[in-house]
């Protein structure tokens, strides 16, 4: 057998059903993984590059499935404010929160858009990340909701990382439409999706299903227009209040359900007839001090699949690190550290529609890995701050 790179003499997480495999071996062909299995049964072929994993670990490249790392300016001022006693929901009905990084959107520009966000992605990348979710919602309106996606489409060819781009259009009434937010869904529906779908920027459907934000009759007129496009839904659900989001959600058959510390059980057992994975977004828990935990042993009951995601926006989870993540996944929430590693590669895959081809190490799925200076996965959720990956692989290709 002929081979790109083959890389021996590691531990392989692999997040598949056969689960750890100790003293493995992985070749790579074409950007995908062409074997993965213990060393001593690899086929008779050659490489054409062979790494020596000197016994680190290989785990499938991380997935941050939740993420606004596009945006302009920051919120460090609110951040002052919450830490005097104001509310984010106070903070959003006085004209700031969403509205206020909205405005500093539409200033920015594509290029700016493309500056401010690379620094972020690069601290993503260099924790193994190699597939980001980002989503649009602070432009509000066509032009800048299309430099949002555009800009996060380009970063992924900069940088050779995979970017799936969500419209948030439906993320907060825009003040030119303060007063109306149902001729604002209007224009969510009629104009602004139907164009950016036809532009090929959208591969799914997101809102903000909320009491600041939209009902959940509102949230169904933008699923029902994603349905008419054909393009899957997800949804921030149930993050301060329950709004029976998540429910709704998987009557649309969602791919997500995002944050969802107030879902009950019957939103949870009718995320598991849809199979909607349930996103924590521990980052955004932490920074608003909630004190609601997700449901998890709900989740764990009905067998919904949990993602864990950085949430990475400018309000509510300033937050450029998924590993940090897991840890908070792990001490806030009770995550298990195989469940919140499960969280960042295979049930983020799922919470994306990409489980076919990410988020595993299996034959035949992208060549998306890291590699960790690490006894032990677990390790990847105790350290708080310490960042131990030295090597990522994104589909096939080396990149640190
Ligand atoms: O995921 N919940 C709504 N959207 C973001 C917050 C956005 C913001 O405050 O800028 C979130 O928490
Ligand atoms: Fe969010």
């Excluded at 680190?56 to 919450?82: K, Q, S, Y």
């Amino acid at each position: 057998m002929e081979w790109d790179s083959l890389w021996f003499n590691g531990h392989a997480a692999t997040m598949a059903p056969v689960g750890t495999v100790r003293d493995a071996a992985l070749a790579v062909k074409d950007g995908r993984i062409a074997w993965v299995g213990p060393r001593a049964d690899l086929p008779e072929g050659a490489a054409r590059e062979v790494h020596d994993l000197g016994g680190r670990w290989v785990t499938p490249g991380l997935i941050d499935c939740h993420t606004h790392l596009v945006f302009g300016g920051n919120r460090a001022r609110e951040f002052e404010m919450r830490l005097k006693g104001a509310s984010y929901e106070d903070i959003a009905r006085a004209g700031g929160g969403i509205v206020s990084t909205v405005a500093a959107t539409r200033q920015a520009g594509e290029e700016g858009l493309v500056a401010s966000a690379a620094g972020r992605l690069e601290r993503l990348l260099a924790e193994g990340v190699t597939v980001v979710e980002v989503k649009s919602g602070y432009g509000l309106d066509l032009a800048t909701e299309r430099a949002m996606l555009r800009a996060a489409r380009r970063l992924g060819e900069q940088y050779g990382v995979t970017v799936r781009t969500t419209c948030l259009a439906a993320h907060a009434v825009p003040p030119e439409f303060t007063g109306r937010p149902d001729a604002y869904i209007d224009l969510v529906c009629e104009e602004i999706l139907p164009a950016l779908a036809a532009e090929g920027l959208v591969d799914a459907v997101d809102a903000f299903c909320e009491r600041i934000a939209f009902t959940p009759e509102q949230t169904a007129r933008v699923f029902d227009a994603a349905r008419r496009l054909n393009l899957p839904v997800k949804l921030h659900a149930d993050q301060l209040s329950d709004g029976g989001g998540a429910a709704l959600a998987a009557r649309y058959g969602a791919l997500s359900a995002d944050h969802v510390e107030h879902t009950g059980e019957d939103g949870v057992r009718a995320m598991a007839e849809a199979g909607t994975v349930a996103v924590l977004l521990p980052g955004a828990f932490y920074t608003l001090r909630e004190t609601k935990l997700p449901p998890v042993e709900l989740f764990r009951k009905h067998g919904v699949p949990m993602a864990v995601a950085t949430d990475c926006n400018p309000g509510t989870s300033p937050a450029v690190s998924l590993l940090l993540m897991l840890n908070m996944a792990c001490t806030l929430f009770r995550l298990t550290p195989q469940e919140a590693l499960a969280g960042v590669t295979r049930n983020a895959a799922k919470a994306l529609g990409m489980a076919e081809t990410h988020g595993t190490l299996e034959a035949g799925k992208a060549a998306d890995f890291a590699v960790w200076d690490v006894g032990d996965p677990a390790e990847l959720c105790y350290w708080l701050g310490a960042n131990p990956c030295v090597g990522v692989v994104r589909g096939g290709m080396t990149r640190s």
